[in-house]
């Protein structure tokens, strides 16, 4: 049984391909390093984080990319020996232009080496390449309109001018003509291109109706590559938008993969909103069973077009039910878990000194630039979070480390160990509840005085709410009132369709006045709730699933 998501967190823009008898998804990662998720799986139900591609300068530096740019909508395929696998740096969100520019690396193993890039072009987002039968490759992307009025996605619809194709050559780059080969179905947004190949027909895949609740995956099919492609007679494969009971929302943006038995899935990213539509856990990755038609078409095996939250296997597979994980921060090596922001060198950010993570003070909470944040994705619609700060003495109160639950630079809340003129050293929560564009702090509780130990910080999410935590021995103890978690979501502050990563929860520390103090922190744990205080039956199924 395949338990969706079954990448959770924030995974969106899944793209898969098989290699033997091991499946591959890459996911976007935006403006989180490395760049590119791929996951491992040999039952399509337990996944392994097995490589993040994107690792040094010459493949990737984000330093100025707004948020949500970046890394959007990698394709993974296998071909000649090689992994391929494209991707775009995105540099601006707002405004007519996209600045996209697209690359293409290889890898004999999935683990690397990978190589610097090949530039491709940046006519717009979204590429794919598909390698025929005979040999020959082809580019596609969708292609950017500027000179429209869709500005913020209103009208939605002019912006996203169909999806061109371009034939490309490992020595040569692109060649030949470049063609538009899909405007795209009346539902719009056209996006996310997948082509595969099946008999005579040339099948492309795409994403319409924007990221949000209205989202869909569309199919159309030609039996020439350049076209003119038909429309599936539904026009769409899948899409939960006329299904608001659906347990899995905003469905859309995936791609095919046949196992060696002739069955056939599909993924796809979705949301797990909690009342009200907000979603912490950003968008994810689920897989869905199809079946072929006897019109050559592509359905999901259980009738209708919104995938189910379960899915069965013709083989019975084990999924372990979901622990706590516990992080040890004196080993040499940041876990594989964590990421940070935007820059290829994290040495300026932090340190694995075999004692501690010592994070480097450097901007502030937000920047677009050098923010010394480690953190992970936020899995769970329920979690309590802890980690050790073993050393921090600031002397300012533009100093300031401590443990963040964060989304962007807007939306966040940060238990922060720093300096008040009264207190000397001090516990305080700096909080942006979705303050956009400003970004303006509120400072929800009096700060604190603490002595120059060793402390505990810690925080209790469960659902809309979530409380910060501290104890420096003894029991732990709340600070400050209990705040708006569903703030920190896709949807909160300035909203989903601007809103494209997911919430983290990390150690941070920044230091304004240039001095670069570091904080030392040794251990974090994240932990599911527990049966008790899961907030609903739906989640209580997740954490029991087994």
Not at 14 to 26: H, L, W
Not at 127 to 134: N, R, Y
Not at 457 to 464: A, P, Q, R
Request: net charge negative; charged share 20%.
């Amino acid at each position: 049984m395949i338990q969706n998501p079954i990448l959770r967190g924030f995974n969106p823009d899944p793209s898969i391909c098989r290699s033997g008898d091991t499946y591959y998804i890459a996911t976007s990662t935006f403006e989180w390093y490395p760049g590119v998720q791929i996951h491992a799986s040999q039952d399509l139900a337990n996944w392994d984080l097995v490589a993040r591609p994107l690792s040094r300068a010459s493949q990737l530096d984000m330093r100025g990319n707004p948020d949500s740019c970046g890394v959007w909508a990698p394709c993974l395929s296998y071909a000649d020996g090689l992994f391929w696998l494209v991707y775009t740096d995105v540099k601006r969100l707002d405004g007519n232009f996209k600045d996209a520019h697209n690359y293409i690396v290889s890898a004999p193993s999935i683990e690397g080496p990978w190589s610097d890039p090949i530039y491709v072009n940046s006519s717009g987002f979204d590429p794919s390449l598909f390698h025929d039968e005979d040999g020959r490759k082809y580019f596609s992307n969708m292609q950017w309109n500027h000179v429209s009025n869709s500005v913020g996605g209103h009208p939605k619809h002019p912006a996203f001018d169909g999806i061109l194709l371009q034939e490309w050559d490992p020595e040569q780059g692109l060649i030949g003509p470049v063609k538009n080969i899909f405007a795209g179905s009346a539902h719009g947004l056209t996006e996310a291109p997948h082509i595969f190949r099946r008999g005579d027909y040339y099948y492309l895949t795409t994403a319409e109706g924007g990221t949000g609740y209205e989202h869909a995956v569309t199919l159309a099919r030609s039996r020439d590559i350049w076209g003119p492609y038909e429309l599936h007679p539904n026009t769409f494969v899948m899409t939960a938008k006329d299904a608001p009971e659906n347990a899995m929302q905003r469905t859309g943006h995936g791609q095919m993969v046949e196992m060696p038995s002739g069955e056939v899935f599909h993924t796809y990213l979705c949301g797990r909103p909690l009342e009200g539509l907000f979603s912490p856990c950003g968008r994810e990755t689920g897989i869905a069973k199809c079946k072929w038609g006897d019109d050559g078409w592509l359905y999901l095996a259980d009738g209708g077009l919104a995938p189910p939250e379960r899915v069965t296997l013709a083989e019975p597979v084990l999924v372990p039910k979901r622990k706590p994980v516990s992080y040890d921060l004196s080993a040499p090596k940041l876990p594989k878990d964590f990421q940070w922001l935007r820059t290829p060198d994290h040495s300026r950010l932090f340190e694995m000194t075999g004692d501690a993570l010592s994070l480097i003070g450097r901007e502030s909470l937000g920047s677009w630039f050098e923010q010394s944040l480690v953190a992970r994705r936020q899995e769970d619609h329920a979690y309590t979070a802890t980690c050790q700060l073993q050393r921090f003495d600031p002397t300012t109160y533009q100093q300031g480390a401590g443990l963040t639950t964060y989304y962007n630079r807007h939306k966040f809340h940060a238990l922060t160990v720093t300096w008040t003129e009264e207190l000397g050293r001090a516990l305080t929560v700096l909080s942006c509840a979705g303050d956009w564009p400003d970004g303006q702090l509120s400072f929800p509780c009096a700060p604190l005085g603490l002595d120059g130990g060793a402390l505990e910080l810690g925080v209790e999410v469960d659902g809309k709410t979530q409380q910060f935590i501290y104890r420096t021995s003894g029991s732990w103890q709340p600070i400050g009132p209990a705040l708006d978690a569903s703030a920190i979501s896709d949807e909160g502050g300035r909203g989903e369709h601007a809103s494209f990563t997911g919430a983290f929860v990390g150690m941070f520390a920044f230091d304004i006045t240039g001095q670069a103090r570091t904080a030392d922190f040794t251990g974090f744990t994240y932990t599911p709730r527990d049966l008790a205080t899961a907030n609903t039956e739906k989640e209580r199924s997740l954490l029991c699933q087994d």
